[in-house]
């Protein structure tokens, strides 16, 4: 069933599939917040909507009957991967057989002199990149040398450089190709997400601390395309306000001034870079240090000049202030100058994490009052800061990382404000890429969300129970 509908921003092409098998289908189940995406069960099969976006924003209607040909494409090529992973069980074959049909419509592209449309080819370039990284990432997570894996790359490789070629001729509707990527990505999370059944326990402190993260999910770069802009965050809302349940926010910049953010309405919105609104700080309310948070549709973040804690109520549009007394401008994070404010939120409600002179850089948890904006509470930790990664609050326990190797961060450290009690500890968070720079849980769903060099990368938390 294709149904291709165009409208003011966007092409939306649903693709109906039919999955024979249960327990395969779970890992294709989409997360609930797709906001196309829909999940029936009918006599043991799964029906499951998967979409393809293409960010045209201008579709000439001399290329819907070219579109819909390659829509039958791809349902029956999804349909052919879907048999295979019904009968080989294998994933990664699937990839690679997509791979070498994306190198087939490049050569078609090429070949065929008709319906031009102007391409971003740097941004075409930059998807691919972001492909590599995925494959790479994907390659770790499955911890396997498998040629096919060399195969994937190389095709990569080949694409760039036919790419390049065609940036030479000026010509050619690559948007084909584009569609090809989105539906590659979203396997490869897939894939990533198929890894592990993870039921997460909403609201639930009946634990006895974090046991383990699950292997990162690496969403894709930022919504800038712009590894450059590495200083940012990304995340969901920790207390939604009604309507507002699948909003996503993201903000970044090439250094770690904060002039912006960009809201998505769902978790396809932030993917294809669509924000529902943008806020742009008016002069003499920028922020700095990128350790912001949004929670009952408030962005709580650092003010640079003067240094304070301030809010944006994003339904007011309202800002508001608070004066940090002991506070140091002296102690960051490893990994970021300016980091004095680490904002976070869990199931007991809105922290803030600094240091201070007297305690000599080690951390100070304390609790936020959200009516009053005033701090009600603090608590010292024994975790000097310019040590640490970064910090997040989980059930009011403070769990601080540090770099143990470029591709790993401990969490060694954490602090329980209910007992007092500090306890030593190594639990590995494989990274990405080197740097962190926003890291905090989210208790709606019990994710961890990390800004990683420029990308948006997250994990599951696996909880001790006794
Ligand atoms: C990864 O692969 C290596 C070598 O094949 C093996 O020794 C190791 O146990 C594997 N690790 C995991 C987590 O599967
Ligand atoms: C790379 O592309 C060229 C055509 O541009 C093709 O002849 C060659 O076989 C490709 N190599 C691989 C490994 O796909
Ligand atoms: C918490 O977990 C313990 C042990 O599993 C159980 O006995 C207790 O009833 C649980 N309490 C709540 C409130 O869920
Ligand atoms: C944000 O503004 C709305 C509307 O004025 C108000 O109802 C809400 O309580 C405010 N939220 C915060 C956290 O200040």
Known sequence: ???????RDMTTLNVLLLFPIMGLALGWLPVEDWESGNVTTSGGALEC??????????FPADRVQHMQQVTTDLRLEVEIQMNKLVHYG??????LAELTELTVRVAMLQSS?????????EMLRIELREFEALVSQLRDSLNSSSPLFDSLYTEIRNMTLIVNQLENYDKNNLDVIRIEFAKLQRKLEECQKEEEIFKPDVGNCNHTGIMSFSKPTVIQVNAHLNPGYQ????????????GFESMYWYGAYSRPNVY???LYSSYDKLIQRSSFTHHGLPQGYEGTGNNYVVHGNTIYYQAANPFRMSKLNLTSSVYSHSQMSKASERFTYTYSPSQYLDFSADEKGLWVIYATEEGKGKMVIAKIDEKSF???DEWNTNSYKPRVGNAFMVCGVMYATRPKDLNTEEIYYAYDTKTKEEKYMSIPLQKFQEKIINLHYNPTDQRLYMYNNGYYVSYNVRFNKE
């Open 113 to 121: 002199a008709d319906n031009y449309i102007k391409l971003d080819f």
């Open 374 to 376: 005033g701090i009600e």
């Open 260 to 262: 912006e953010f960009y």
């Open 1 to 7: 069933m294709i149904r291709p509908t165009t409208s």
């Open 231 to 242: 200083y940012g965050g990304w995340g969901k809302d920790s207390k939604p306000v009604r």
């Open 49 to 58: 909507v998967c979409s393809v976006f293409l960010p045209d924003s201008i």
């Open 90 to 95: 294998g994933k990664l074959d699937v990839f």
